[in-house]
């Protein structure tokens, strides 16, 4: 079967740093997605990783190994506004590219 | 200009009732997907078309039709609406030729809560 797991809530101070984890088993793999949620509001596109290693984008970066089907979303000078659900997808191979969503993990970013 | 768009964004109706709501995107893209996010935020694809093609269609009861009358619109149709259908549906479209291209955007997101 397909699973994604991830934490379901994580909680990190203004300014902090965060890591959000995500681990997967899908049959096949055709890249990973990391999306973030706002309550009430779209998922909106965070990073893809299809390769092994880090790729970065501001103040989020995104890891994968293949080997391991572990990724992780780290979030850097957090603000705020970062405090949202946090939502890995997984594209396995053979599906007419479909993701499949992990549950989620919800971010409350405090003063 | 809004890339995907969903209608309507709210939506109340009785048990038994057959709605639709409608799906536009004006990406260019060849894909577009329906998704259902439940009351747990738990993300679920249900239907997807390519150049008005179903391409997906997951274990989702025969009460839901969708339909493309071409590339950029995707329609969903539930008859005999239930309480369980209750969630928030996704609209989403891609493009295609392979890694980040197959990167997904979303619409707004349809609220339906059946009463």
């Known amino acids: 079967g397909q699973n994604i797991d991830q934490p379901t809530e994580m909680t990190a101070t203004e300014g902090a740093i965060v890591q959000i984890n995500c681990t997967y088993q899908t049959s096949g793999f055709n890249g990973l997605f990391w999306y973030q949620q706002h309550a009430g509001e779209a998922p909106t596109f965070l990073s893809y990783?299809?390769?092994?290693g880090l790729e970065e984008k501001g103040r989020f970066s995104s890891f994968l190994s293949r080997s391991k089907g572990y990724s992780y979303l780290l979030l850097k000078e957090l603000q705020m506004k970062d405090s949202a659900s946090y939502l890995c997808?997984?594209?396995?191979?053979?599906?007419?590219?479909?993701?499949?969503f992990g549950a989620g993990t919800r971010l409350a970013v405090h003063p | 200009d809004t890339a995907v768009s969903q209608t309507p964004k709210y939506l109340v109706t009785q048990m038994g009732n057959d709605k639709s709501i409608k799906c536009e995107q004006n990406?260019?893209?060849?894909?577009m997907y329906w998704y259902k996010q439940d009351s747990k935020k738990f993300l679920k694809i249900m239907f997807s078309y390519n150049n008005k093609e179903l391409i997906i269609n997951e274990t989702v009861p025969n009460r839901f039709s969708p339909k493309s009358p071409d590339k950029a619109h995707l329609n969903l149709h539930i008859n005999s609406l239930e309480l369980g259908d209750s969630a928030v549906y996704f609209c989403?479209?891609?493009?295609?030729?392979?890694?980040?291209?197959?990167?997904?955007?979303f619409g707004p997101g349809t609220r339906l809560l059946v009463l």
């Open positions: 990406l260019g893209h060849d894909t």
């Open positions: 997808a997984v594209m396995p191979s053979g599906g007419y590219n479909k993701l499949i």
């Open positions: 989403a479209s891609r493009s295609s030729g392979g890694g980040l291209r197959e990167t997904q955007y």
């Open positions: 990783n299809v390769l092994d």
